[in-house]
């Protein structure tokens, strides 16, 4: 049933809303529209969005290939459950996704979301030793600013020190925390906690070059390298989160391909549907698929989420696909990148900066101490700009198609905003 605007805003009070203090945080803008970089507010105001929706919407909003591909999906299925049945966008999709990754990773377990993306990598990890004998194996190795979702399994390999977790300890897995394998010193500390404690551990889950929700930190291919080299030597699974840096975001269409290996298991969201819709995928190599197969009924992977491979989603990420073949998508993140290094490399010199840092379509400031969030997010609002910072963390991940005059508003509104503090 329609309402009209102002009805509308009164229900602004019964929304829950997300990592939010709902007693002192401010009430949400209220969205009307969004177009290509842009969130038009319902009171006229236009916010250029510097975060393309929590780094989903790469080819920016609304894009009319993507639109077009939903709704003639919407007009023949809109969903169908994926248990004995499947259906023309899962199956192409799923194939794209295979021919598109590296190496032997080529079958493709559809989720709705993220997190639950990693659940389904946990327990794919640990069922794949056990089915081949082996049930000790059931810890994972998360590292230090790794993030990898809200749900139960992904909050325990995650860093609790990032503080989105707290409130959950109590209900929470005891996994291992360790340092990514950066210099010399902290090699030798995970080869020796791998030496004692090897055979426990199912895998490491990593998120590849760039830990996004724990603080932007950046770390180089050769981290991956050798994570994937500790793996081979003590028989463990590798898995890349990739659902932030999955679809061009740090470059390259993955971030495993800068580094040239590959892991036994990869996640994909976020930019997978190209922000339409949620969708997720867990994929999984030829070998740990193998593991599964068996003529004993108990050696499934049981699990099912019941909107798994919905095909408006699926529509979706093939009109997202077909953008990325049709256009230059990872030439812009280039010349984002290069835009973001010169715009934001002044905010160096600003009292309270840390570091600059940029890695492809991903800018960060980082400052010394937190600011008070709401007072920085208000003043980037006030400059019309959709960016939100975090910890002492402010960044841009745009759109791919943001043009530059969109990238420099958005660069001296950070310069601006953090002068003034
Ligand atoms: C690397 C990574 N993994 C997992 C997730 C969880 O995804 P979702 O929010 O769709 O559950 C996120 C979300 O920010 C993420 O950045």
Request: hydrophobic fraction near 45%; proline fraction near 5%.
């Amino acid at each position: 049933m329609g309402r009209n605007p102002s009805s509308w805003l009164e229900g602004l009070s019964h929304l829950w809303l997300p990592y939010a203090q709902m007693q002192t945080a401010p009430a949400p803008l209220p969205v009307a529209r969004t177009e290509g970089c842009r969130i038009y507010l319902s009171d006229g105001r236009v916010l250029i969005d510097g975060i393309a929706s929590w780094w989903t919407a790469c080819h920016g909003y609304n894009h009319p290939h993507i639109r077009e591909a939903i709704g003639r999906q919407l007009d023949v299925m809109p969903h169908v459950m994926m248990a004995g049945l499947a259906h023309e966008p899962a199956a192409n999709l799923a194939a794209r996704l295979a021919a598109l990754l590296p190496g032997e990773l080529d079958h493709v377990f559809f989720s709705d979301s993220g997190s639950v993306a990693v659940e389904i990598a946990l327990k794919m990890a640990a069922q794949f030793f056990l089915n081949r004998g082996d049930g000790k194996r059931t810890k994972f190795v998360g590292f230090r600013h790794g993030y990898h979702g809200d749900t139960l399994g992904a909050m325990a390999v995650s860093d609790s020190g990032t503080g989105m977790h707290g409130g959950s300890a109590g209900l929470l897995t005891q996994q291992f925390l360790i340092d990514l394998p950066r210099d010399a010193e902290s090699t030798a500390a995970l080869e020796k906690f791998l030496d004692r404690h090897g055979s426990e551990i199912a895998g490491l889950i990593v998120e590849p070059l760039v830990q996004g929700a724990g603080g932007m930190m950046f770390h180089g291919s050769e981290v991956l390298r050798r994570l994937r080299a500790l793996a081979d030597r003590h028989d463990l699974l590798l898995i890349f989160d990739e659902i932030f840096t999955g679809f061009g975001r740090t470059g390259k269409l993955f971030a495993m391909e800068e580094a040239g290996i590959q892991p036994d298991i990869v996640t994909l969201s976020k930019a997978l549907t190209g922000g339409a819709l949620p969708l997720a995928a867990t994929i999984a190599s030829r070998r740990v698929y193998e593991a599964f197969l068996s003529d004993d009924p108990g050696k499934a992977l049981m699990h099912g989420p019941t909107f798994m491979g919905n095909a408006l989603a699926c529509a979706a990420a093939n009109a997202s696909l077909d953008l990325f073949e049709r256009e230059p998508r990872l030439a812009q993140v280039a010349a984002i990148e290069t835009q973001l290094k010169r715009e934001l490399e002044p905010c160096r010199e600003l009292p309270g900066v840390k570091d600059v840092r940029v890695k492809g379509a991903i800018g960060v400031v980082e400052l010394k101490h937190a600011d008070d969030l709401e007072i920085l997010r208000k003043n980037f609002v006030e400059a019309g700009t959709w960016i939100r910072p975090f910890g002492r963390i402010v960044y841009l991940a745009p759109a791919f198609t943001i043009a530059p005059d969109e990238i420099s508003l958005l660069t001296g509104a950070i310069r601006r905003v953090l002068a003034s503090r």
